[in-house]
């Protein structure tokens, strides 16, 4: 899967072609995925507002259609299908709706993930880790997390961990071929997926005692930073961990 995926990408990133405007992804195809809400989806805003034709997914065809409609709204090119990133033959289908609707694919942000386990890490179960699958779905630019591992969340800081060696070890192999590879590591972002935090105040106030910036960070902080990554601004930045944090003392 993930050979016949790169294989598609098109490349001039590392090549050092500049056009008039740097920021600009006019013309370009980008996949993102579990993109119908919170980073994902404020990334494919992100990159539609520069120009990119995205293509968004997630598993309900619902959340699809919704994502769909506001990106619309908002004059962003836009195609979208379900995909489960735990399903082959989704990931699969999703290269090939975007082939067939676009002819190539430039940039491919792979955000999905899920956490399955509360708790002390000893007492995870061997489920929890199949689940958490420390499996690459699709990485050129990976939505990692947290940059410092949080109490209670074992086994999904260690399946984000993970994205940061395969980071570092894809980065050489595929300059080779023209491809940046590199990954977001946010902090407490306001979405449904960290409600479980952000709705605590307890839990909030503590994080904030680590924070310079003393609030939680919105999830359009995290997509520009995303769109900067895979635009030319960046075409000489790859292997690299970006943290958006507010400023949280971290050491990846
Ligand atoms: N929020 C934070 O504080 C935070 C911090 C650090 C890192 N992150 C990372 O950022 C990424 C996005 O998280 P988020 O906070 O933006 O989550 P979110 O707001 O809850 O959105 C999750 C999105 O993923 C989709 N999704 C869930 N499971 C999926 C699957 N198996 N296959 C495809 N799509 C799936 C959901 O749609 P459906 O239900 O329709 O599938 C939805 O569109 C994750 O990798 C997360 O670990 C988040």
Same mark, same amino acid.
């Given at each position: 899967m993930l050979r016949s995926v790169f294989r598609c990408l098109r490349t &001039? !990133?590392?090549? %050092?072609q500049r056009s008039m405007s740097q920021s600009s992804l006019a013309g370009k195809v980008a996949i993102i995925t579990a !993109?119908?809400? %919170?980073i994902g989806l404020a990334a494919a805003q992100a990159l539609g507002k520069r120009g990119a034709h995205v293509v968004v997914s997630s598993r309900r065809q619902a959340n699809v259609d919704q994502a769909v409609a506001l990106l619309q709204s908002q004059k962003i090119q836009v195609t979208g299908t379900t995909c489960n990133v735990g399903k082959g033959e989704d990931r699969e289908k999703l290269v090939r709706t975007t082939l067939g609707q676009y002819?190539? *694919?430039d940039i491919l942000v792979s955000n999905a993930a899920v956490n399955p386990f509360f708790g002390n *890490?000893?007492?995870? /179960?061997e489920e929890v880790w199949d689940k958490v699958? *420390?499996?690459?779905? &699709?990485? /050129?630019l990976h939505v990692a997390s947290p940059p410092r591992s949080l109490q209670a969340l074992g086994p999904y800081s260690v399946s984000k961990t993970a994205l940061l060696g395969l980071t570092q070890a894809l980065t050489p192999e595929l300059a080779q071929s023209n491809i940046r590879v590199n990954c977001v590591a946010p902090g407490i972002i306001r979405t449904r997926f960290s409600s479980a935090l952000w709705q605590n105040e307890g839990i909030v106030e503590e994080f904030k005692k680590q924070l310079s910036i003393k609030r939680i960070g919105e999830p359009e902080e995290v997509g520009g930073v995303i769109a900067f990554l895979c635009s030319?601004?960046?075409?000489? *930045? /790859? %292997?690299e961990t970006i943290t958006v944090t507010g400023g949280m003392a971290c050491r990846l």
């Open positions: &001039n !990133s590392v090549a %050092g !993109s119908t809400d %919170g002819g190539g *694919i *890490i000893m007492d995870s /179960t699958h *420390i499996k690459p779905a &699709n990485p /050129t030319e601004e960046a075409s000489y *930045i /790859t %292997g």
